[in-house]
């Protein structure tokens, strides 16, 4: 007989838990039911992507970056052999917005390019990945580029801000800085968006409202992202502006595939890479995935999608662990879980859920050790 033995692979509950505190409430819930499991910090690309490596090896090197509206922040560069890690989210995404107060025009993607920059001034620097996910801008990542040592320039040659309004008729992208840093070294952009960068699946439609763009101002920052991409595709000679994943992170995408020559990967795939999700998910006889909410962006490729994905290929069933689900039984399946265990079948209460989500997280996993783990082979 099998040992019986769960692999934990959550994400965080957004609001309540980080990935890390899930990932022990859900330990000590197997222990409580008298069965082994073992944990893996996993993410999407998004916030925690920098704790999902750094709990796999890599090394933390502070950095001190832009944040999303000006102000100084500090973030890091994840290095482990040839390989580095930078996080948009933690440098410049919606968590490092002040008081968290939306700030659509104003954000700016430019502390991600000084992260890049920084990573990618080591030389022993040879892949670099750079998790795309939790942005607080729209911004094409024309402050990614400037971050990085690009520019805007008008006719005159004069340096322009870095913005999408600094767009018009005359104006040149000067990428002469940027060239030396990217020679002989891999880029990898990972993030969980397939859209485009314009139009109504693009980054202003979809994910503009939730970053505070919406009404005129969306109108008109869609109309400067589409002279953005008229003049990348003027600079580079190639127009990725409908390439699937030009739209994460606010158009970050966009740029990253087109100037950096960044290769476009689904994050919580590359994180499972990065983090031995498959070398320990041969020691598991159940998985446990789970986020705060299943809903319709899970089906999309989010974390619990890809993990389901990645323990169905080694042959291991998987069940998610959520705070509520808005989700099918069918779709459920579709994903490639057995079942779906949301915290209102023991607090029916948002409000008290989210405050008491650690308890409700450990008794929750108990009852799936009890449930799947007591019977498996």
Not at 191 to 211: C, E, I, N, R, T
Not at 269 to 276: A, F, I, Q
Not at 299 to 326: E, F, Q
Not at 330 to 348: F, H, K, N
């Amino acid at each position: 007989m099998a040992l019986k033995r769960g692999l934990v692979a959550c994400d965080k509950f957004k609001g309540s838990l980080t990935a890390r505190q899930v990932r022990d409430a859900v330990v000590a819930g197997f222990e409580d039911a008298g069965l082994a499991a073992e944990g893996v910090l996993v993410a999407d690309g998004g916030d925690g992507t920098l704790d999902a490596v750094m709990s796999a090896g890599f090394a933390l090197e502070p950095v001190t970056v832009q944040g999303p509206t000006g102000q100084p922040v500090t973030t890091g560069v994840a290095r482990r052999g040839g390989v580095a890690v930078v996080e948009l989210a933690d440098a410049c995404g919606l968590n490092r917005l002040p008081r968290g107060r939306l700030a659509p025009l104003a954000a700016t993607s430019f502390g991600l390019g000084q992260a890049i920059r920084a990573a990618l001034a080591a030389t022993t620097t040879e892949r670099l990945i750079v998790g795309a996910g939790g942005s607080a801008s729209s911004d094409g990542g024309i402050g990614m580029i400037a971050g990085l040592g690009g520019a805007l320039r008008d006719a005159t040659g004069l340096k322009l801000p870095p913005t999408p309004e600094s767009l018009a008729s005359g104006v040149t992208l000067d990428l002469a800085p940027i060239r030396p840093l990217l020679a002989g070294r891999e880029i990898v952009l990972a993030s969980d968006v397939a859209a485009p960068l314009l139009g109504h699946a693009g980054a202003v439609a979809v994910f503009g409202p939730q970053k505070g763009l919406t009404g005129q101002d969306a109108v008109d920052r869609e109309r400067r992202l589409e002279a953005w991409a008229d003049l990348v595709a003027a600079t580079c000679g190639c127009d990725l502006r409908d390439r699937p994943g030009a739209g994460a992170a606010g158009g970050v995408g966009f740029a990253a595939a087109a100037l950096l020559g960044a290769r476009l990967v689904p994050g919580v795939d590359l994180v499972l890479e990065l983090t031995g999700f498959r070398e320990a998910v041969s020691r598991a006889t159940l998985v446990v995935t789970g986020e705060g909410l299943l809903d319709a962006q899970t089906l999309l490729g989010k974390t619990v999608a890809g993990v389901a994905r990645a323990a169905r290929a080694a042959g291991v069933p998987t069940v998610a662990l959520c705070g509520a689900s808005h989700i099918t039984p069918s779709q459920a399946r579709t994903l490639g879980l057995a079942r779906v265990y949301p915290l209102t079948d023991l607090e029916p209460d948002p409000v008290c859920s989210l405050h008491d989500a650690d308890r409700l997280v450990r008794a929750t996993a108990r009852r799936v050790a009890l449930h799947h783990l007591d019977s498996l082979v």
